[in-house]
């Protein structure tokens, strides 16, 4: 899929203008195109210090990090971009695109977005992009007349900035209601999409369940909630104690994506496993950031995240699938270790091992990848290693398990 600043905008959102506007803001580049050099290594310091706060010493991350001007800047130019990326990239796949779609089964006035924890506001980017996309695809769907956004946040100078960029790159004709809330609390019209980027990890771990359960009880029937997190470990299995506690209570939940199953995950943190859920995105980061990466030694081309996609009375069914691919090929060795060989023959789902003992001996051996099935259980899958097979992708849907060679159970 294309990136989201590819999309040609005609309905809502002209994002060449959006991505002009980014280009000003952050000054690295002259009007006849020449890089700033000195401008975009002092920039880049900047970045290196809060992705190292980030990632590294979060207690050193002052939670009033974009209140200043270098702040703000920083982050804008090394984050505001991949994150909405990340949203328009996971929402596009099949699997998910059609619960947006759901949403314009019958033409609309208005659609109500909540942007909860917006910062500059690059979820609902995101979503305008997607919007874009499947409007100029699907001829069936209506697109309506108004957005209505919901941004959610303490900061109104954080709020402001991000409107601004929004509202010089619309069209002429487009209506696009930006309305500033600091509490989920506060709203009061029903939301067709509910978006939380990157902001659960910045709640106590005691106030999550709550404002999930107040964001989700002003989610319109059929109306959907995005959670994205990063990809990292600690915050990925934090998503999965809260997907738990959440979906064990709330009413008419489905859960469209990752998961296959409503089960407990496998994988949050009261799981001992060292293996944590979460999917990456390559795409072709623009010019501009490219240069930011280069100096702050950040590498953007590869966009890890973790997430949960949820529908409230899902009004159109998804696709079945057998399993979720939730980590990467890696390649095993058995060849001639007998006991490794009888662990993992013995530990097969079908109950047959003369398969498996038959395709160790392959000349390419094999490559196991880890699956979180329909029936909530983490499962191994054994496949030849062989080059000319489609790799077997972190994140991809497993339809059946026919696919597969082999299956073992994995112990927790």
């Not at 990809?231 to 209570?249: C, N, P, V």
């Not at 501009?288 to 590869?302: C, N, W």
């Amino acid at each position: 899929m294309r990136n989201f600043y590819e999309v040609e905008g005609k309905y809502f959102l002209n994002l060449s203008k959006y991505m002009d506007e980014w280009e000003n803001y952050l000054g690295i580049y002259s009007k006849d195109g020449q890089e700033k050099k000195g401008a975009a290594q002092s920039l880049a310091s900047h970045v290196q210090r809060l992705w190292s706060h980030f990632n590294q010493d979060r207690d050193k991350l002052d939670k009033h990090y974009m209140e200043s001007a270098i702040g703000l800047q920083s982050y804008v130019s090394s984050f505001l971009l991949p994150n909405i990326e990340r949203v328009f990239s996971t929402l596009v796949k099949d699997e998910n695109i059609f619960a947006i779609e759901s949403l314009f089964s019958i033409e609309k006035e208005e659609i109500i977005i909540a942007d909860f924890g917006c910062g500059p506001l690059s979820g609902s980017v995101g979503i305008i992009s997607l919007l874009e996309y499947i409007f100029s695809k699907n001829p069936n769907l209506v697109a309506p007349k108004k957005l209505f956004i919901y941004a959610i946040d303490r900061s109104e100078k954080i709020v402001e900035f991000g409107s601004k960029f929004i509202k010089n790159s619309t069209f002429p004709d487009t209506q696009i209601v930006i309305e500033r809330l600091t509490s989920a609390e506060k709203i009061t019209k029903q939301a067709h999409i509910v978006l939380c980027i990157n902001i659960f990890n910045e709640i106590p771990e005691k106030h999550r369940l709550k404002t999930l359960n107040t964001l989700y009880s002003k989610t319109e029937e059929g109306g959907v909630v995005l959670i994205m997190e990063p990809g990292q470990e600690l915050h990925s299995k934090a998503l999965g104690g809260l997907r738990d506690e959440f979906i064990e209570t709330a009413e008419n939940c489905e859960i469209i994506s990752p998961c296959a199953h409503k089960k407990s995950c496998p994988l949050s943190f009261k799981s001992t496993r060292k293996d944590w859920c979460w999917f990456r995105h390559a795409w072709n980061p623009p010019k501009t950031l490219s240069l930011i990466d280069k100096f702050s030694k950040v590498d953007h081309y590869e966009l890890n995240f973790s997430y949960l996609f949820l529908q409230k009375n899902k009004v159109r069914s998804a696709e079945k699938y057998f399993a979720r691919c939730v980590s990467d090929e890696f390649s095993i060795d058995v060849k001639g270790n007998k006991a490794q060989l009888n662990y993992f023959a013995n530990n097969l789902v079908s109950g047959e091992n003369a398969e498996f003992l038959e395709m160790s001996e392959h000349e390419n051996g094999l490559n196991k990848i880890l699956l979180c099935t329909s029936n909530g259980d983490l499962e191994s899958a054994f496949v030849i290693a062989d080059p000319s097979q489609k790799e077997y992708r972190r994140g991809r849907r497993i339809k059946e398990s026919s696919e597969l060679y082999m299956r073992a159970k994995e112990r927790n």
